[in-house]
């Protein structure tokens, strides 16, 4: 087990201190690098992809569902890989697939 130094409660606050500017310092990094990621630009789909949904075959233009913007997620577990769109909150999957 690892033994920790036993310090006053001056220099424990000086440590503390000291290591709260470094997690500050590293959350504005991250956070201008994940305003870079926001940043990049967008590829247009030109392909027509289809995929296997709860219903049938369904385009990807239709699992926007008129929206800008698709969620999606993976779940692993079980066997192969599986990945699911969905509409919007509490709605059921629109597609399921193998990654």
């Known amino acids: 087990m690892t033994r920790h130094e036993i310090v006053s409660e001056e220099q424990w606050i000086e440590a503390r201190r000291a290591l709260l500017a470094e997690e500050k310092a590293w959350t504005r990094e991250r956070d201008r690098l994940s305003q870079k990621r926001r940043a990049l630009p967008w590829v247009k789909v030109e392909k027509n992809y289809v995929f296997e949904g709860v219903d049938g075959p369904v385009a990807l233009s239709d699992l926007f569902d008129g929206r800008s913007q698709l969620h999606v997620w993976s779940r692993v577990g079980g066997g192969m890989p ?14 399921a697939f193998r990654a």
């Open 82 to 95: 599986r990945l699911f769109a969905a509409r919007g909150p509490g709605r059921r999957p629109a597609a």
